[in-house]
């Protein structure tokens, strides 16, 4: 009897601890600094020519604070969101492209979003703001009025009416915490039932 109490007594120490490193691990890393590629034709609205090589990307020095008040209302829709990069688009012929209130479709390859829920945010010198967009595979399509910097942010994966564990509320922590009940449980009936 000894040993199963001991056992028991062992069992409920493992699921305190993995229930312990579930809610501790963080959350995965996101390199901001991913640059992406141009990848498809680009368009502007008033038929100007853009080409690939009139686009510069690189690096941006301005960063995408998703606990900001203003940045977290432009994607409370987006379910776990996170930043997945953030660069600086510069446009060669941007004065005739943006003339007249012009606008310039741009579709970039980024790795790792395919399936996922993307939004784009472009920094207007003052503030933040989502640009229409669209996604196909691990490209999306943004449409600008103005250039630089821009940042994608990502979600889960969109699932198409498939119920999460998250929608039923049974996450890793939960059925953890309901593993270690039982495992009280079971040691609680064992202990009395010895003694009886």
């Known amino acids: 009897m000894k040993k199963k109490l001991i056992s028991l007594a062992g069992a409920m120490m493992l699921v305190v601890a993995m229930a312990a490193s579930a809610m501790a691990a963080p959350a995965p890393s996101v390199d901001e600094s991913i640059v992406p590629e141009i990848k498809g034709e680009i368009v502007a609205s008033n038929g100007t020519v853009v080409k690939a090589e009139d686009i510069t990307i690189g690096e941006s020095k301005v960063a995408l604070d998703l606990k900001d008040e203003a940045v977290s209302k432009l994607v409370a ?39 996922k829920d993307v939004k784009v945010l472009h920094y207007n010198g003052t503030a933040w703001e989502v640009v229409p967009s669209s996604v196909s595979g691990n490209v999306v399509t943004a449409t600008f009025t103005s250039l630089s910097p821009v940042a994608i942010v990502v979600g889960d994966a969109q699932t198409g009416g498939v119920v999460e564990d998250d929608d039923l509320g049974m996450g890793f922590e939960t059925i953890a915490v309901m593993g270690v009940a039982l495992c009280a449980v079971v040691f609680f009936f064992s202990v009395k039932k010895a003694r009886a």
């Open 77 to 115: 829709d987006v379910k776990n969101a996170k930043v997945h990069s953030i660069f600086d688009v510069t446009l060669a012929n941007a004065d005739k492209v943006f003339a007249n209130g012009g606008t310039v479709k741009i579709p970039f390859s980024v790795a790792g979003i395919a399936g």
